[in-house]
């Protein structure tokens, strides 16, 4: 049972580079989230889809950018890295929201130096 | 605005000693209520929830219960274990039921 698999674990960038995180779920989740885990701050939702094909702006969007081609895939994407951006990247889905059970991957460790 | 309050740790206790979180929200509206748990290295699980005044909502001996008129969702267990050394983030959902805010979540240690 995969669940909700996040690649890469980790990753250090310098200052401006891209990158692109991956999430993939193969529970036939509708809805799927990406959040950040910042000390003192908890988690905070970057973006979410609720269905293929669709994406919408989270707490704290500015310099990131999803996409949901597909029902199983979710991508985190940053244009141009920058230091504020170092953080735990957890992606999560759900298969009926109302139920509150999300299931989380076991994020992504990013350092933009 | 929406938001989730949950006492700041870290949390110290010696083994079967016992355990309350505070957890407190403010919404418009219902919201569900839910506990996650992040044990070292993992993704968050969900612990337990209620989704209406007066639910209990229990797992692993702990227990939580939704108080409307004080806008509360304390977290307690009777007799806590080393293994239940962990971060726990309250939350509760939106009106719209496609989003959820997380607290900054609680460490608890719990030594031997």
């Known amino acids: 049972n995969a669940g909700v698999t996040q690649t890469p674990k980790f990753r250090v960038l310098k200052t401006g580079q891209s990158m692109t995180l991956l999430c993939a779920q193969d529970m036939n989740h509708e809805y799927m989230y990406w959040y950040r885990q910042d000390p003192g701050m908890g988690l905070r939702l970057i973006h979410y889809s609720v269905g293929e094909g669709t994406t919408a702006k989270g707490e704290v969007p500015d310099g990131y950018n999803v996409s949901r081609l597909k029902k199983q895939n979710f991508l985190l994407g940053l244009e141009s890295a920058a230091p504020s951006q170092t953080s735990v990247y957890f992606c999560?889905?759900?298969?009926?929201?109302?139920?509150?059970?999300?299931?989380f991957g076991e994020g992504s460790r990013l350092t933009v130096l | 605005g929406d938001s989730v309050t949950q006492m700041e740790g870290p949390v110290t206790l010696s083994e079967e000693a016992f355990l309350t979180i505070n957890c407190t929200y403010t919404a418009t509206g219902y919201p569900s209520l839910f506990w996650y748990v992040q044990y070292p290295g993992e993704g968050l699980q969900l612990l337990l929830k209620a989704t209406k005044a007066d639910d209990k909502g229990s797992n692993k001996g702990f227990e939580a219960t939704y108080r409307k008129e004080t806008t509360s969702f304390h977290l307690e267990k009777g007799s806590v274990q080393v293994s239940d050394s962990a971060v726990y983030f309250c939350a509760r959902d939106t009106n719209t039921g496609n989003q959820f805010y997380f607290g900054t979540g609680t460490s608890l240690t719990v030594i031997p």
């Open positions: 999560a889905s759900s298969f009926v929201i109302a139920t509150g059970e999300l299931f």
